[in-house]
């Protein structure tokens, strides 16, 4: 960690330690009575208030104390969003041990690998994830218990599964009495593995102080903008990057928080909302997609939702239109990273744009937004030097800031930094006011004679097309060219469009030489742990593919 000098002359102010617990401190005190809701995996949905959820995280604490669990040590979970995992949240980090959220549909020798390099003592997990939990219990070397989130009445009876403990059980046991210990900020709070897609999956160890301050610059007005009027619904789970911090950011604010559990679908969704009157929530674009098809075929509405963020990966424009248009909800486009804690870039305007048209306004918001305080970005070229903010010069993105990662856990993958900065691998322009638009990951840029090409522009074309719901534009090779872009393509139900109409389509908004070389249409598309799709299994499935043109 960088040491910097003292000035002669120091302030004269509190110190005090930017701790989690504070967060939910300050939430008892001042919001006791705010509720949270959540589906659970039971069924029923439960309710209570930030006050009971703080009494319950003392409980835990307890308890986990009394298990020999001390303060840096890894405490596991495998869960949905709900009320029990948000105990862990600050049960254990604000015990001063680390919460490590694992991702459930990891297979279960990755999370072996990930609890193992982890070093997890215990495991909390739902019920839902049982037989994960017996297939990668064997797998587990450091974990010591495995304690189901359920009362004694659902405790599954296994014999697969050593050490099992029943959490209700366990907190009832205890007594909320329970001081918060005070510790350095920049103590271990919790720690997320990134997905991984080549190689091993690597830690991002947060800390309590890069938390708060993440908590604080993304709750600000032009980023997340949560307040105590709103109703929160954090669709992103809470395994992935921490629910993009609403959690904490929430709890800061003291919004009323509303957890869908494992019903992810359009039509437990769209009741959630209703049921609660959701005025912000925030997911990756494959969940709005689920819930605006079962919304259109319902023909449902929503009668207090009002704004989401949407990232994780490019959101459709012809999904932020629809969003916007039919159903009145703005949409936040948010760039960041598991690297990131993640947020990085929110999209919102600057006040001259005011005077835009709104097609104008739209393609502003279409972009990845700029920087929240606190984050500093920009693009180089393959040699390191800095390239222009044109709105046409691609280059890699780099980024810093106090909630970036410094190095990775147990320093996985040796030195990361170039000169100070995190280089996120994202391929990106950024225009004259600092609007950053991702064109690719840098894995996934089709490079053609020489030139790049913007897979997401091509994707983003092809989904603002009616016939389509998903695409996924890679790079194959012919012989003439280097790489050329080959789309994959999911048709909607019922619809039927052939190739050349839709390369037709292309006409007039891209490059010709951007045009697809070819067309394949597809039932679906793989997709990821986090809802992304996966480009580098649609690259192995079209490695031979032979283009029209070759
Ligand atoms: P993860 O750490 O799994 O959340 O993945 C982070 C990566 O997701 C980033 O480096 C980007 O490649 C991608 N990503 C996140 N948000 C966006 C976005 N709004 N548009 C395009 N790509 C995104």
Not at 292 to 315: D, E, H, P, W
Request: glycine fraction near 8%; include cysteine.
């Amino acid at each position: 960690m960088a040491q910097y000098p003292q000035s002669p002359l120091m302030g004269r102010m509190m110190s005090q330690p930017l701790l989690i617990s504070s967060l939910i401190q300050h939430a008892d005190r001042y919001y006791s009575d705010v509720e949270i809701v959540s589906r659970r995996v039971e069924g029923d949905v439960h309710r209570y208030t930030y006050r009971d959820c703080h009494r319950r995280s003392r409980q835990l604490a307890n308890a986990l104390t009394r298990l020999g669990v001390g303060m840096g040590d890894r405490i596991a979970t495998l869960a949905w969003n709900g009320y029990r995992h948000l105990e862990a949240y600050y049960g254990v980090s604000g015990m001063g041990a680390v919460l490590h959220t694992i991702n459930p549909r990891l297979h279960p020798e990755q999370i072996g690998y990930i609890a193992n390099h982890a070093e997890d003592q215990y495991l909390l997990f739902d019920l839902s994830f049982t037989p994960i939990i017996e297939a990668a219990a064997p797998l587990c070397k450091t974990i010591k218990g495995f304690i189901a989130l359920c009362d004694r009445a659902s405790l599954p009876a296994s014999d697969k599964i050593p050490n099992l403990m029943c959490y209700e059980d366990l907190i009832a046991a205890e007594s909320d009495d329970y001081e918060w210990p005070l510790f350095d900020e920049n103590s271990a709070s919790s720690l997320c593995y990134t997905s991984g897609t080549t190689g091993n999956p690597k830690g991002a160890l947060y800390s309590h102080r890069s938390t708060l301050l993440h908590s604080y610059a993304s709750s600000m007005p032009d980023a997340l903008n949560v307040s105590a009027r709103d109703v929160v619904l954090p669709v992103v789970p809470m395994f992935h990057v921490n629910a993009w911090g609403l959690p904490y950011s929430v709890m800061l604010n003291g919004a009323k928080m509303v957890f869908p559990g494992p019903a992810l679908d359009g039509k437990s969704l769209h009741e959630l909302f209703e049921q609660e009157q959701v005025t912000f929530s925030a997911g990756v674009p494959t969940v709005w997609l689920g819930l605006l098809t079962y919304m259109a075929q319902n023909q449902l509405k929503f009668s207090s939702f009002k704004r989401t963020v949407i990232g994780g990966s490019a959101c459709p424009p012809a999904m932020m239109k629809t969003l916007r248009g039919e159903y009145g909800v703005e949409v936040v486009h948010a760039w960041g990273m598991t690297e990131m804690s993640p947020l990085g870039t929110a999209g919102t305007l600057l006040s001259h744009h005011q005077k835009l048209s709104e097609a104008d306004q739209q393609s502003k918001l279409e972009k990845q937004g700029r920087v929240i305080y606190g984050v500093d970005m920009k693009i180089v070229d393959d040699d390191g030097k800095e390239l222009p903010w044109d709105g046409t010069t691609y280059g890699n993105l780099l980024v810093r800031g106090p909630w970036v990662v410094s190095g990775y856990f147990k320093s996985e993958g040796g030195d990361v930094l170039q000169d100070g900065w995190f280089p996120t691998g994202d391929v990106a322009v950024i225009d004259p006011e600092g609007y950053l638009q991702i064109t690719d990951r840098s894995k996934d840029v089709i490079k053609s004679g020489g030139e790049w090409i913007g897979s997401i522009d091509l994707e983003n074309i092809a989904v603002a097309h009616p016939a389509f719901i998903q695409a996924a534009c890679i790079g194959v090779y012919p012989p003439k060219w280097d790489e050329r872009p080959l789309l994959v393509v999911v048709k909607k139900p019922g619809m039927e469009l052939t190739r050349e109409e839709l390369l037709a389509f292309y006409e007039g908004k891209i490059a010709k030489w951007w045009t697809p070389d070819d067309v394949v249409f597809t039932d679906a598309l793989p997709l990821g742990a986090t809802g992304k799709i996966l480009k580098n299994k649609i690259r192995e499935i079209y490695r031979d593919y032979k283009l029209p043109t070759a």
